[in-house]
C-alpha cells in the first residue's frame, strides 16, 4: 500500500480555540478511513484544512508530491481531492445529467484543439463525456432521472446527485461530509453502498466525517478520533470502540465504561 496523504503537525485556531492542535494524520491508497469525535471536536475544520476551505496556521499536508497546504479550493479539488457539502449545492433548475457536465466541465480541454476541427472534437469529446456521465449515474442509480430538474428529486436522490457530482470530478480521493445527515436508515444503508460502489469501480480513497457511528463503525478501515481540536485515538473500528480515551471523550465520565460502548456499537 502506498501513502497517498500525509499530514504533519496541522493546526488551527479561531480567537482561543485550538479547532485543529497539532494533528498528525496518514492514509493509504485505497483506505476508507473514518473521523470521528464529539460535536465541535474539529471534524469538519480538519475537513476544511484539508479541501482549502480554511488555511492552517501551521503544518504541512503533503499529497501527491505537493503541500497543498493553503491552496485554493478549486485547485486542491482539480489535483483530485473531491468533496460533498453537507448543504446540498446544485443547479436546481438544471437536468441530473447537466448538473453533473458542469461538474466536470474543466476537463474538456478546448484550448488545445486546432481550430477547424474544433467544432468537431468538442462535439465528440462531450459525446464521450456525456457517455461517462450516464455511467455513473447508472452506477449511484440515477440513469431513469437524467432529464429531471434537480428541483424534482427527493432529498434522497439529491444526495446521491451530490455524490455523482463529486465522482464526475475524477478524484483519487473522496471525502464525504456528514453523508448520513438526515436520512432515513434505509435511505443511509442505500447511500453507503453506493459510496462503496463507487469506491470500487473508480478505486478510490474515502475520508467520512460522521457523526452517526453506526455508518463508521460499519464502513471503514480505520477511524480517527477527534476532541477539542486533537487526535486522541486511530485504529480499527473494534480498537476504537474500546478505547478508553473515547469512550469519556464522547460521552464523558459519568456512565460506565459498558453502556458507553453500547451506545458506540448502536
Ligand atoms: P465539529 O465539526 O467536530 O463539530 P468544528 O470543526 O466545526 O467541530 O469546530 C471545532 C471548534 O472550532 C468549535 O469550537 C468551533 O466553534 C470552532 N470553529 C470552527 N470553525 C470556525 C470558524 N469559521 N470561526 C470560528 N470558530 C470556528
Ligand atoms: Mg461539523
Not at 474544433?118 to 457517455?131: D, Y
Not at 436520512?183 to 460502489?197: G, R, T
Not at 473508480?202 to 453506526?214: A, N
Request: aromatic share 6%; charged share 25%; proline share 3%.
Amino acid at each position: 500500500m502506498t501513502e497517498i496523504i500525509k499530514v504533519t503537525g496541522l493546526c488551527k485556531s479561531f480567537g482561543g480555540v485550538h479547532a485543529a492542535n497539532n494533528i498528525d494524520f496518514s492514509l493509504q491508497e485505497g483506505e476508507v478511513r473514518g473521523i470521528i469525535g464529539p460535536n465541535g471536536s474539529g471534524k469538519s475544520t480538519f475537513f476544511n484544512l484539508l479541501t482549502g476551505i480554511y488555511t492552517p496556521d501551521e503544518g504541512t499536508i503533503i499529497y501527491d508530491g505537493h503541500n497543498i497546504a493553503g491552496w485554493e479550493p478549486h485547485r486542491i479539488a482539480s489535483h483530485g481531492i473531491a468533496r460533498t457539502f453537507q448543504l446540498l449545492r446544485m443547479f436546481t433548475e438544471m437536468s441530473v445529467l447537466d448538473n453533473l457536465m458542469i461538474g466536470c466541465h474543466c476537463q474538456v480541454n478546448y484550448g488545445a484543439l486546432s481550430a477547424p476541427f474544433a467544432p468537431l472534437t468538442i462535439a465528440r469529446e462531450e459525446k464521450v463525456l456525456r457517455e461517462e456521465m450516464m455511467d455513473i449515474l447508472q452506477t449511484i442509480g440515477l440513469a431513469d432521472y437524467a432529464h429531471v430538474t434537480a428541483s424534482e428529486m427527493s432529498i434522497g436522490q439529491r444526495r446521491l446527485l451530490a455524490l455523482g457530482r463529486a465522482i464526475a470530478m475524477k478524484p483519487r480521493i473522496l471525502m464525504l461530509d456528514e453523508p448520513a445527515a438526515g436520512l432515513s436508515p434505509v435511505n443511509v444503508d442505500n447511500l453507503m453502498a453506493i459510496v462503496m460502489k463507487l469506491k470500487d469501480k473508480y478505486g478510490l480513497t474515502l475520508i467520512i466525517v460522521e457523526h452517526i457511528l453506526k455508518v463508521v463503525m460499519e464502513t471503514c478501515d480505520r477511524i480517527s478520533v477527534l476532541d477539542h481540536g486533537e487526535k486522541i485515538a486511530e485504529g480499527s473500528p473494534d480498537e476504537v470502540r474500546d478505547d478508553h480515551a473515547v469512550i469519556e471523550a464522547y460521552l464523558g465520565k459519568e456512565m460506565a465504561d459498558d453502556e458507553v460502548r453500547q451506545l458506540l456499537a448502536s
